[in-house]
């Protein structure tokens, strides 16, 4: 990780709320993270904990009936780029704050910030060969003639280890296997050296042994271009491998945040506990139940008052979870979490050490 310490992007206090007939799904309801130059940040979370909605709030491609209806995203452009675009003083832009298809925010997708999308059959499309995509990528936001943003593209093959790059640029994604689309997507991605590069779930529709490749590939490439990630997933086991920092979300809302290895070795939340007991490890006993985390994620128009885990949680307080809504608390110099057990509103009763995980 770069030891710049201004961050890239600052999210502060996001909420992204979609209005239907049948009510309002606040699909992200207050959510803070930061992400720093070459760092890669893992969320984390069940289906439906509103990662994907995230970022795609951060990149501004929310789709009606969804809108950003309140929160701050702040995002520091490369040098070249803030030449041209109206900074605050701190000299960043508040992305929040920008025309979702104005030419700002037009010009930093795909060229500051960069999408892996879950699926990339659905992604490319099926009629233009993989090289035409990648040229009018790299040619929407560079100056250079199509021979060149071709041999670039040629290029970006390459390095994400496709063979016969030259040859592969002239096939559609239908002729390429899931692991060899997904790697045509990074390169995509990368086409014009974004600074922030994030991956929606990318490892999900391959199988274990490309998804190990997928990830070792990405790890190269960021340290290669000290670029920034974030990461999202619902499987802890990739966060493990891959992430610097992790953010762990439940019904659109922070549950905890830290360094990976305290995460991991000290978590605090219960949800956070939850899911780390489930993972399967070589240690496991055969043909034994993994334990769950009781119940499901609430319905969109049934959210619990109070924290939202508490119908679901362990350490439930009657009269106190389900009426008040817990903010974020430090419990380490870098690890935050937001939990009543550690927010003095016990009325003096003794916090219990949440310190591990079984």
């Avoid at 990630?229 to 979300?249: C, E, R």
Wanted: hydrophobic share 40%.
């Amino acid at each position: 990780m770069s030891n710049d310490p201004a961050p890239l992007l600052v999210v502060r206090d996001l909420k992204t709320y979609f209005f239907l007939d049948e009510g309002t799904v606040r699909a992200v309801d207050g959510v803070d993270f930061a992400v720093h130059p070459g760092q890669v940040v893992g969320i984390v979370g069940e289906s439906g904990c509103g990662k994907s909605v995230t970022v795609k709030s951060v990149m501004r491609l929310v789709q009606r009936p969804g809108r950003l209806v309140a929160g701050t995203i702040r995002f520091r452009p490369s040098s070249q780029s803030a030449q041209r675009w109206p900074l605050a003083p701190d000299g960043t832009l508040d992305l929040a704050a920008l025309d979702p298809q104005g030419p700002i925010m037009r010009a930093i997708r795909g060229g500051e910030i960069a999408l892996i999308p879950q699926e990339p059959m659905a992604a490319f499309s099926p009629v233009h060969t993989i090289g035409n995509q990648i040229v009018e990528a790299i040619r929407l936001h560079q100056d250079v003639d199509r021979q060149t943003a071709w041999e670039w593209g040629v290029e970006r093959l390459a390095e994400v280890g496709i063979p016969s790059p030259a040859q592969r640029m002239r096939a559609y994604s239908w002729e390429l296997s899931g692991g060899l689309r997904q790697r045509a997507m990074i390169a995509m991605a990368l086409a014009c050296g974004p600074r922030l590069l994030i991956a929606d779930e990318p490892t999900t529709a391959i199988d274990v042994t490309t998804q190990a490749q997928i990830l070792t590939l990405l790890r190269a490439l960021q340290e290669q271009h000290n670029m920034a990630i974030i990461f999202i997933t619902h499987d802890l086991g990739v966060i493990a491998q891959i992430a610097d920092h992790v953010v762990v979300m439940y019904l659109g809302r922070v549950m905890e945040a830290g360094p990976v290895e305290e995460i991991f070795l000290r978590p605090q939340h219960p949800y956070t506990r939850a899911l780390l007991r489930s993972i399967p490890s070589i240690h496991t006993p055969s043909r034994t139940l993994l334990p769950t985390i009781q119940g499901s994620i609430p319905h969109p128009f049934n959210r619990p008052a109070g924290c939202p885990f508490h119908p679901r949680c362990g350490d439930f307080v009657p009269g106190l979870c389900d009426r008040n809504t817990p903010e974020p608390v430090p419990v380490s110099p870098t690890q935050t979490v937001s939990c009543h057990l550690y927010t003095g509103e016990l009325h003096g009763e003794p916090i219990p050490d949440r310190s591990s995980p079984a």
